[in-house]
């Protein structure tokens, strides 16, 4: 399973070139382990001295901050002159003591709560760094995109909820503080009931497969309350409550969406300035691209995630 989720973040990928722009790397938790976050800076940075906050994906098992893959999110975004932030979070279904105490389907909805909440206490910390030394990093507090793939997708959507609704998750936020926008490529929010916002989600931009049965389109687990909502789930929720909400539905593609920011940066762009501009607008498209065609990962459940 973790070779699958290796390849996958390569999949669609042309041959990784070089980052020429300088890392860094920060402790920003020290518990019994210490989680680092690293710190790409473009050659020539925007004016604005905008930041993209970019998670890993690896289905909360696998996956690491600096893989080819984040290496290559971040030579697309400082080459449109981003600092990009990629940072760890705490992999839950790698605790296999901790996984088997989960029994049931109630126990499964549980599990996977506690990994997606811890993921997202680790998000929220690594945010709430980049904004209190936001000096020292040489970036715009009040400009900062959060992103993710998959794993990375359902924990940045995630943390914008729990922002939104006041939830423990986000609680080490600085007060007031919201992203400038949040655009999860295979993305889903984890509650009890559908998700609702108390207050205004950052911008969103939704990217998803139709197809995608990993992080389900919809939800999962199909007819029960407390689920993984999906993209075209959470792009109703927060459009019926009057959110402007982009969603942008790959037609017949599977979970190969998680790894195409590289291959989106102009739509990813795209969207970020018109947030940036003042512009809050809703946009519901179905996109084909000939650089995302179907493979294994179409057909492939989460169940078939976890046991192949």
């Not at 925007?46 to 289905?59: I, Q």
């Not at 000096?135 to 914008?160: H, K, M």
């Not at 080490?172 to 509650?191: D, H, K, R, T």
């Amino acid at each position: 399973m973790m070779r699958k989720l290796f390849v996958l973040t390569l999949l669609l990928v042309p041959a990784l070139m070089a980052v020429g722009q300088q890392k860094q790397t920060y402790a920003f938790v020290e518990r019994d382990s210490t989680l680092w976050l690293d710190v790409w800076r473009p050659e020539v940075p925007r004016s604005d001295k905008a930041c993209v906050v970019a998670l890993f994906g690896g289905g909360f098992v696998a996956g690491e901050r600096d893989n080819e893959y984040q290496q290559l999110v971040a030579q697309r975004l400082t080459a449109r002159g981003y600092t990009v932030v990629s940072p760890d979070y705490r992999l839950g279904l790698r605790d296999t003591v901790r996984v088997k105490q989960y029994k049931g389907l109630k126990g499964l909805q549980d599990m996977f709560q506690w990994v997606i909440n811890i993921a997202t206490e680790d998000c929220a910390a690594a945010v709430a760094y980049v904004v209190q030394h936001a000096g020292e990093l040489n970036i715009n507090p009040e400009r900062i995109v959060l992103t993710g793939s998959s794993a990375g997708a359902i924990t940045v959507l995630q943390l914008d909820y729990c922002r939104a609704n006041a939830l423990p998750e986000a609680s080490v936020l600085p007060p007031g503080w919201m992203p400038a926008a949040v655009v999860p490529y295979s993305g889903a929010v984890m509650c009890k009931g559908k998700p609702k916002y108390a207050t205004p989600p950052a911008p969103t931009m939704l990217m998803h497969g139709t197809k995608d049965k990993i992080v389900a389109y919809k939800r999962y687990p199909p007819l029960l309350s407390h689920a993984l909502w999906g993209a075209s789930t959470v792009y109703k929720r927060m459009t019926k409550q009057g959110f402007p909400t982009w969603i942008v539905r790959f037609e017949g593609i599977g979970h190969e969406v998680a790894s195409f920011l590289p291959g989106s940066v102009d739509i990813f762009c795209g969207f970020v300035e018109q947030v940036f501009d003042g512009r809050r607008t809703t946009l519901d498209a179905t996109m084909h691209d000939e650089k995302l065609v179907p493979t294994e990962w179409t057909n492939m459940t989460v169940i078939d995630l976890y046991t192949k």
